[in-house]
């Protein structure tokens, strides 16, 4: 898998977010993008991080194997590079209701920092979670 194919990244998105696809138009945008950090497990899985300073925000993670440590390697591998860019915090917005994300989050130590309420298109709230790395 090319890590900077926008189609890769679509492809493996939509079986992860098959209610909101992000298409290869949308990865074309994002990926060169200054700051932004791809990275792929050849299992099924993706994870887009944008670096800004000493500041740092999950875009999108997903994995289309549920439950076989993609999305751990793949955020070990995202905390992993963002200390070594020299970054202090990271943060990520996950819907109030995926019980799923917020247990994988909450498992690598990330903590609430803010709500938004109806943040998402079917009035989801938005949680805001942090992590300190410094
Ligand atoms: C959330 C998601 C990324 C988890 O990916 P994953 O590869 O299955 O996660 P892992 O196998 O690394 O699991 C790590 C931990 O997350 C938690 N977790 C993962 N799936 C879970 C589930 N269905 N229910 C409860 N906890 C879950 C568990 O604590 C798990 O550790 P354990 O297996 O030792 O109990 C995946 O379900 C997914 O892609 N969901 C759709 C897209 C999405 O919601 N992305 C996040 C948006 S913020």
């Not at 189609?7 to 209610?19: R, S, V, Y």
Request: overall charge neutral; proline content about 7%; hydrophobic content about 50%.
């Amino acid at each position: 898998m090319n890590p900077l194919h926008p189609a890769t990244f679509a492809a493996l998105h939509a079986q992860a977010f098959p209610a909101e696809p992000w298409d290869e138009a949308t990865f074309t945008t994002l990926l060169p993008q200054p700051g932004m950090r791809p990275f792929l497990d050849e299992r099924g899985g993706f994870l887009l991080m944008r670096i800004v300073l000493d500041e740092a925000e999950i875009i999108t993670i997903g994995t289309i194997a549920p439950r076989q440590g993609i999305a751990s390697a793949l955020l070990a591998q995202g905390i992993a590079a963002a200390r070594a860019a020299g970054v202090a915090r990271l943060h990520l917005e996950v819907a109030e209701e995926n019980a799923a994300a917020r247990a994988l989050y909450a498992k690598f130590g990330f903590t609430l920092s803010g709500r938004r309420r109806a943040y998402y298109p079917n009035g989801a709230n938005a949680l805001i979670l942090t992590l300190d790395l410094v």
